[in-house]
């Protein structure tokens, strides 16, 4: 069976996330203020970022996944990691996962190169013990080290950046069991997780915020102490876009311009699907002439202090408002629960839709914000997955109550990839002013 049948547990990864109130925390706003007496000028504003977007492409994925069938639906990215300090230890890795339902950058260890991942320092707490962090998503889970890099993705730039290595050695290989108890399996490998790593850039500023800045973690994000005899005590962590970085930042809240938010363009694929499709990944909303707020409507969403955590919508689908929606780019397919949608017979597709003809899904969105849109988003039948070789393939379904290996998740609809075709979506940082809007919104 290819692996592209598989490769559902990777694409509601961060359905997870949105799920388990990971949350966020901290943020400025993106203004300025003037300073002295009366009359005194206002200071100027940052230097944008000369290059403020990069390209996204959807493809086979690493060797890994092409020879096994290959990756679908899935946006890829390429960072490039320098020791810090260094101008010359430094890895461009590509087949990052780009994902705007979670935040932190995730690397595997068996893609970095010795050289640089010995000389990434790994972060380090009060008792002076290295800091492993494990991360839940909804069919498993990542565990390993937390190091320090400087990072660059396009033209944006943050030195020291806190990333997890996933999968790391030493004193990381044990898992904690409050780490491993939470369900699932341990993504810590390239062919488990689909992806050499996972970039998220959703709404928050960190990847815990506050639940982990004052309390022990009761979301997606655990950090722990790791002594030499291993991984188990429970930690809190600051909450951080500015170094010295204790939590994972959102890379591009860390950036020191254009970090309000970012824009996913992807063309519209026809309905055969397409062997790749380029995109493009812009930093910043409206603080540049490629990145303007125009055209779009603007969709409020839970901050941090939401009870399910930040970035989520309502969508009213078949006279139900689900309250726990979201839209993400790390989804390869729409999710969502429908028993009257003909789900695909083969049983290499349980779980799938596959609906003939395809079915028109008549959809409202609705903001914190009072703001409503509503839409038409086709569904079509996922039996291709089977036999094409293409990596855009849309309007694919899953109904996650067909599986219980994932959550069953009635009060949310994901709008994944499908969604994102023939689309310019935008995603607002909370607490940041973002085209004169202040986040956190998504707008499309």
């Given at each position: 069976m290819s692996l592209r049948t598989l490769l559902h547990a990777l694409a509601i990864a961060s359905l997870g996330l949105a799920?388990?109130?990971?949350?966020?925390?901290?943020?400025?706003?993106?203004?300025?203020?003037?300073?002295?007496?009366?009359?005194?000028?206002?200071?100027?504003?940052?230097?944008?970022?000369?290059?403020?977007?990069?390209?996204?492409?959807?493809?086979?994925?690493?060797?890994?996944?092409?020879?096994?069938?290959?990756a679908y639906n899935e946006p890829f990215v390429s960072v490039t990691l320098c020791a810090p300090g260094s101008t010359t230890n430094c890895q461009t890795i590509d087949h990052i996962l780009l994902d705007t339902g979670s935040v932190g950058l995730r690397v595997q260890a068996s893609v970095l190169n010795a050289s640089l991942l010995s000389a990434l320092p790994v972060e380090t707490d009060a008792s002076s013990n290295p800091v492993g962090e494990c991360y839940q998503f909804i069919d498993g889970y990542v565990f390993g080290s937390v190091r320090k890099t400087d990072f660059t993705f396009g033209g944006g730039q943050v030195a020291g950046l806190s990333i997890?290595?996933?999968?790391?050695?030493?004193?990381?290989?044990?898992?904690?069991?409050?780490?491993?108890?939470?369900?699932g399996s341990h993504l810590n490998t390239v062919s488990l997780f689909g992806a050499n790593g996972v970039i998220g850039v959703g709404v928050t500023t960190t990847d815990c915020g506050l639940l982990c800045a004052g309390s022990l973690s009761q979301g997606s994000a655990?950090?722990?102490?790791?002594?030499?005899?291993?991984?188990?005590?429970?930690?809190?962590?600051?909450?951080?876009?500015?170094?010295?970085?204790?939590?994972?930042?959102?890379?591009?809240?860390?950036?020191?311009?254009?970090?309000?938010?970012?824009?996913v363009v992807l063309p519209t694929v026809a309905a055969g699907g397409a062997a790749t499709v380029t995109g493009t990944l812009y930093f910043g909303i409206g603080t540049q002439s490629d990145n303007a707020l125009t055209g779009a409507t603007v969709i409020g969403t839970t901050t941090s202090a939401s009870p399910h955590g930040a970035g989520l919508i309502?969508?009213?689908?078949?006279?139900?408002?689900?309250?726990?929606?979201?839209?993400?780019?790390?989804?390869?397919?729409?999710?969502?629960?429908?028993?009257?949608?003909?789900?695909?017979?083969?049983?290499?597709?349980?779980?799938?839709?596959?609906?003939?003809?395809?079915?028109n899904l008549a959809l409202t969105i609705q903001g914190q914000n009072n703001v409503s849109v509503s839409f038409v988003q086709t569904l079509n039948s996922a039996q291709p997955l089977l036999t094409t070789t293409n990596s855009a393939v849309p309007g694919t379904g899953y109904n996650p109550s067909n599986n219980p290996g994932f959550t069953n998740t009635p009060s949310s609809f994901d709008l994944g990839i499908p969604f994102f075709f023939g689309r310019r979506v935008y995603t607002a940082i909370e607490g940041r002013a973002a085209g004169g809007v202040n986040g956190p919104y998504v707008a499309f």
């Open positions: 799920l388990t109130a990971c949350g966020g925390g901290g943020g400025g706003g993106s203004g300025s203020s003037s300073s002295g007496g009366a009359g005194a000028p206002a200071p100027p504003p940052p230097p944008t970022i000369a290059v403020n977007y990069v390209p996204i492409i959807l493809d086979g994925g690493p060797p890994e996944i092409v020879a096994r069938g290959g997890q290595v996933i999968g790391d050695s030493g004193v990381f290989a044990t898992v904690p069991t409050t780490c491993s108890s939470s369900g655990k950090y722990y102490d790791c002594p030499g005899n291993g991984c188990g005590n429970l930690i809190t962590r600051a909450a951080s876009t500015v170094a010295p970085f204790e939590q994972l930042p959102n890379p591009v809240a860390a950036f020191s311009s254009d970090n309000n938010g970012t824009i309502t969508t009213v689908y078949n006279g139900q408002s689900l309250v726990q929606s979201f839209i993400d780019s790390g989804s390869s397919d729409l999710f969502f629960v429908d028993s009257n949608i003909t789900p695909c017979s083969d049983p290499n597709l349980k779980g799938y839709y596959c609906p003939s003809p395809p079915v």
